[in-house]
């Protein structure tokens, strides 16, 4: 709950997202508060694009499921580095929240979030259309970093990818056994994943 808060915090006060979660004082929590103390977990989440031909799209991510990958612009500078960033999409929220800024009660808002597992980019994988072939990612192994909140409307489109079937399954990224963030009847995941371009 208490990194729910600064995701929400950072959104409502207008901050850049830098791809770390800022942290908040217990005050600053505590002036935020969820509605009727209520979640509510939606079962798919639209993202509206434009098409390379210059029409508008639109991908249905199911969270949980197959096609719950999404991508979003990187926020890293160096130019060295890949442009996109991936998440698999755990779960999709509706929150109305109530927030005093100053000791100003600010209007109700609902608000939509996205809890999410990041994927890392393979540093040592060379990828392009030069060398034939696609961007290799993995989940970022379990850690506080593995798992965090993203605004729906960072989300640039829904994201295909291919289980690197070579390089087998794992459970040294997370704990074995079942999980929100693994398919049912899952116990562990695929190493890497390539990135269907």
């Known amino acids: ?11 409502l006060l207008g901050l850049d997202y830098d791809g770390d979660e800022r ?6 929590r505590n002036g935020l508060r969820l509605t009727n103390h209520q979640i ?15 029409h508008r799209d639109q991908d249905v991510i199911r969270p949980g ?20 960033w991936y998440a698999q999409v755990v ?17 109700k808002r ?7 597992r990041w994927f890392g980019v393979d540093p040592d994988h ?10 290799k990612i993995s989940f970022v192994p379990d850690s506080n970093d593995a798992f965090g909140f993203l605004d729906p409307s960072l989300v640039i489109r829904g994201c295909h990818i291919i ?23 899952e116990v562990d995941d695929w190493r890497a994943f390539y990135v269907n371009m």
């Not at 709950?1 to 959104?11: E, I, P």
């Not at 609902?110 to 999410?116: F, I, S």
């Open 1 to 11: 709950m208490q990194k729910l808060k600064n995701h929400l915090l950072s959104r």
């Open 23 to 28: 942290s908040f004082s217990p005050e600053d």
């Open 40 to 54: 509510v977990k939606s079962k798919i989440f639209q993202v509206n694009y434009t098409t390379y031909d210059i």
């Open 65 to 84: 499921s197959n096609s719950s990958v999404v991508m979003t612009l990187s926020r890293e500078i160096n130019p060295a580095v890949h442009r996109f």
């Open 91 to 107: 779960c999709a929220f509706h929150i109305q929240v109530h927030f005093c800024l100053g000791g100003i009660s600010q209007p």
């Open 110 to 116: 609902g608000m939509e979030v996205l809890w999410v």
């Open 126 to 135: 060379r990828w392009g259309f030069k060398q034939a072939r696609l961007p």
């Open 163 to 185: 289980p690197a079937f070579a390089d087998g399954r794992t459970d040294l990224l997370m704990p074995r056994g079942p999980s929100l963030s693994r398919r049912p009847g």
